[in-house]
């Protein structure tokens, strides 16, 4: 038994992880993928996808490009140094050309069709800012009532964020849009940094992407070379890198353990300040009973069991 899922995604390295995840998965139906400005800028991150999705022989999943650019200010330049000029590690140029380019819709009139087409069954992955996801409710308020889930890798609710001191990326590049997200009236899962920092792949596990029997396995761990290097000199200052985006893959299809999970009000600071793009989790239910508030409806995956890494190399030879 299979979901219909619309990826929403910045192809990024880690993005192309979460790809694979869905791409071998046998819970998950790719109904369509749509770009969004984040880790490159969206046309580029469509080019990428659309190689990917070749390589892995899987052009029949359609790919729209969306928005270039957040809600209120300018595309922020792409995040060069994590995942290379391209997006992919510098991989962009040795993947196959794809036979067909993105469709003429964009990804938020893409997203809307598919829940009409997959009305209460469509599941929502998004992996980079969420720019589609305000405008499709923006163009379509009913969009809550066909959706059956949505999962976001993003946020950090008691963690430091990775692009300034309290924000996560994919936010912190739209906060405006993330408001909207966490707010609309549909369930949504949050896949923060609480969470996706402690799901790490290393060199080891690289090494045998890339002798993978696999050719999108072993694009993965050619890529991962540059993802690496970055964790290694900023982050961890060990050689391996967070799972960030296939981690959230593998929590919407129920195919890695959540430890806690409780579900919480959420909201995004959308001031000027120094805080603009948090993710303020009002998590104070932990004191009384670990629990889920009362009408509350994002539910905020601070822990998952350890060793993702193992099971998505598992996914990633099968792709
Ligand atoms: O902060 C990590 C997130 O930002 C991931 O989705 C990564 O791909 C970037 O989009
Ligand atoms: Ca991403």
Do not use: K
């Amino acid at each position: 038994m299979t979901v219909p899922v619309y990826l929403d995604c910045d192809t990024g390295v880690d993005d192309a992880l979460a790809l694979g995840h869905l791409l071998a998965s046998p819970r998950a139906d790719l109904v369509g993928i749509g770009t969004v400005h984040g880790n490159t800028d969206a046309a580029g991150a469509a080019e990428n996808t659309l190689r990917l999705l070749t390589l892995a022989g899987r052009s029949d999943v359609p790919v729209a490009v969306g928005a270039a650019s957040p809600l209120v200010g300018d595309f922020a330049g792409g995040a060069v140094a994590v995942h290379g000029t391209d997006g992919i590690g510098g991989l962009r140029g040795s993947l196959p050309r794809p036979a067909c380019g993105p469709v003429m819709e964009d990804a938020a009139d893409m997203l809307l069709r598919l829940s009409h087409r997959h009305p209460r069954e469509l599941q929502i992955l998004a992996v980079g800012p969420l720019t589609n996801l305000a405008l499709a409710l923006q163009r379509d308020p009913s969009l809550v009532t066909r959706v059956a889930g949505v999962t976001v890798m993003g946020g950090a609710a008691l963690v430091p964020g990775n692009a300034t001191a309290v924000a996560e990326a994919n936010i912190v590049h739209d906060p405006e849009a993330a408001q909207i997200t966490v707010t609309a009236s549909w369930p949504l899962t949050l896949v923060p940094l609480d969470a996706t920092m402690q799901q790490t792949l290393d060199e080891s596990r690289r090494l045998r992407l890339c002798a993978s029997g696999s050719a999108f396995a072993r694009a993965c761990g050619q890529m991962l070379d540059t993802y690496l290097d970055f964790y290694e000199r900023v982050v961890l200052g060990r050689r391996a890198a967070a799972l960030h985006d296939p981690l959230a893959a593998a929590v919407m299809l129920g195919e890695h353990r959540t430890v806690t999970a409780p579900r919480v009000p959420v909201e995004v600071d959308c001031t000027r300040g120094p805080c603009r793009g948090q993710t303020v989790c009002d998590l104070r239910s932990q004191r009384r009973v670990r629990g889920d508030v009362e009408g509350a409806t994002v539910r905020v995956v601070q822990d998952t069991a350890p060793g993702y890494a193992d099971l998505l190399v598992e996914m990633l030879d099968r792709v």
